[in-house]
């Protein structure tokens, strides 16, 4: 690990606080609680106790903030090295990585707590294992060492849904497993399609992302196969699960005929920047809208305005 280098001086309690917020990567955050929120709606059959609802978003958040702040401090050199991360708090010197270590620890003890208490103690060691998964896993084992890093690193992304199921039910069902799949199997076409435009940066730290090792036109491929499973995964909610219903489903295709789209087009241009970026951003509100749909299509209105249209056709016809 390198030392920074920057200057000392004393930063007004604000920006101190700012600092703090950056080392958790928020911007990520919202997603990864949509998942949790998707299940739960699911697990739930539409009708969520708030509380239960809020204390589990806050425990998620919580342990989503200390895996980020932990991945800060282990990846400091290489964040210091790559453009893109080069302003963050560690590599800046704005946080020491004491600091942040106590920081970190604080939020999972905090998210553990919570969640062991207010929910159950099921979801409050699925939250706990993701951090150590995204930790040891991702971040220590596999990121500077494997094209595969975020194929296997990925699933602690996806253990969010998994936390969600569990704070309902106490339980894992197979819907459960199967909404954890979907956010895994999104993992590699969301992050490779990045992968592809910001490859140099990864290539100069020597981190071996699939777009630096294999080349363009693998990791596209790799892209479109995970693309295709992701969205045949997202059909077997409605069937054969029937977790879901046919609201869901029609949006599931919608989107996903989106998704499998942009991935194609990539897959016919390689090297083009501009449809890498526009499947990148795609997949984020893909994901979003999928788990809004999952929502929705389980609230008691939902079904009763389906049934009532049924009702209505089976009377015309
Ligand atoms: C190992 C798996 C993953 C990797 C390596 C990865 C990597 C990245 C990277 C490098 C960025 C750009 C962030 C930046 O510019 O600082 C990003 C953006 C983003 N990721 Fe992922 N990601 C992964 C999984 C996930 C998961 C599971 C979610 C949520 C379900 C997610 C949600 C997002 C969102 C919402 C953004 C956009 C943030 C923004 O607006 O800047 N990612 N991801
Ligand atoms: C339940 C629980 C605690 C889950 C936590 C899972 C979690 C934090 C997933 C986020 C995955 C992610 C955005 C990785 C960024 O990769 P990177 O850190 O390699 O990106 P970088 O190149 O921007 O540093």
């Given at each position: 690990?390198?030392?920074?280098?920057?200057?000392?001086?004393?930063?007004?309690?604000?920006?101190?606080?700012?600092?703090?917020?950056?080392?958790?990567?928020?911007?990520?955050?919202?997603?990864?609680l949509?998942?949790t929120?998707?299940?739960?709606?699911?697990?739930?059959k539409?009708?969520?106790?708030?509380?239960l609802?809020?204390?589990?978003?806050i425990?998620?958040?919580?342990?989503?903030?200390?895996?980020?702040?932990?991945?800060?401090?282990?990846?400091?050199?290489?964040?210091?090295?790559?453009?893109?991360?080069?302003?963050?708090?560690?590599?800046?010197?704005?946080?020491q990585?004491?600091?942040?270590l106590?920081?970190?620890?604080?939020?999972?003890?905090g998210?553990?707590?919570?969640l062991?208490?207010?929910?159950?103690?099921l979801?409050?060691?699925?939250?706990?294992?993701?951090i150590?998964?995204?930790v040891?896993?991702?971040?220590?084992?596999?990121?500077?060492?494997s094209t595969?890093?975020?194929?296997?690193?990925?699933?602690?992304?996806?253990?969010?849904?998994?936390?969600?199921?569990?704070?309902?039910?106490?339980?894992?069902?197979?819907a459960a497993?199967?909404i954890?799949?979907?956010?895994?199997l999104?993992?590699?076409?969301?992050f490779w399609?990045?992968?592809?435009?910001?490859?140099?940066?990864?290539?100069?730290v020597?981190?071996?992302?699939?777009?630096?090792?294999?080349?363009?036109?693998?990791?596209?491929?790799?892209?479109?196969?995970?693309?295709v499973?992701?969205?045949?995964?997202?059909?077997?909610?409605?069937?054969?699960?029937?977790?879901?219903?046919?609201?869901?489903?029609?949006?599931?295709?919608?989107?996903g005929?989106?998704?499998?789209h942009?991935?194609?087009?990539l897959?016919?241009?390689?090297?083009d920047?501009?449809?890498?970026?526009?499947?990148?951003?795609?997949?984020?509100?893909?994901?979003?809208?999928?788990?809004?749909?999952?929502?929705?299509?389980?609230?008691?209105?939902?079904?009763?305005?389906?049934?009532?249209?049924?009702?209505?056709?089976?009377?015309?016809?």
């Amino acid at each position: 690990m390198i030392e920074t280098n920057v200057s000392r001086h004393h930063d007004t309690f604000l920006q101190v606080i700012q600092s703090y917020y950056q080392l958790t990567k928020p911007r990520i955050i919202p997603l990864l609680l949509i998942t949790t929120a998707g299940s739960m709606w699911i697990a739930a059959k539409g009708q969520v106790d708030p509380l239960l609802l809020l204390v589990t978003l806050i425990g998620g958040t919580l342990a989503a903030a200390s895996a980020q702040t932990i991945n800060c401090i282990y990846d400091r050199d290489i964040d210091y090295d790559m453009e893109r991360t080069r302003h963050r708090p560690m590599p800046s010197g704005r946080v020491q990585p004491r600091d942040a270590l106590i920081f970190a620890i604080a939020l999972a003890v905090g998210s553990f707590t919570l969640l062991a208490v207010f929910a159950n103690l099921l979801a409050a060691l699925l939250a706990f294992s993701g951090i150590v998964f995204y930790v040891l896993v991702y971040t220590h084992w596999l990121k500077r060492h494997s094209t595969q890093n975020i194929v296997i690193g990925g699933a602690a992304g996806a253990i969010p849904a998994l936390v969600g199921w569990a704070a309902v039910t106490d339980t894992l069902s197979w819907a459960a497993w199967l909404i954890f799949a979907i956010v895994f199997l999104w993992t590699p076409p969301h992050f490779w399609a990045l992968a592809l435009m910001i490859r140099d940066d990864y290539a100069k730290v020597g981190i071996p992302m699939l777009p630096v090792v294999a080349g363009d036109k693998a990791t596209v491929r790799q892209i479109w196969y995970y693309t295709v499973i992701t969205v045949t995964a997202t059909v077997l909610l409605f069937y054969p699960l029937h977790a879901s219903g046919i609201v869901y489903v029609v949006i599931a295709l919608t989107l996903g005929g989106g998704f499998v789209h942009k991935s194609w087009r990539l897959l016919q241009n390689p090297e083009d920047k501009t449809i890498a970026r526009e499947l990148f951003l795609y997949s984020i509100s893909y994901m979003m809208l999928l788990c809004l749909g999952m929502v929705v299509d389980s609230l008691p209105i939902t079904h009763h305005l389906v049934s009532t249209v049924l009702n209505q056709l089976h009377l015309v016809s």
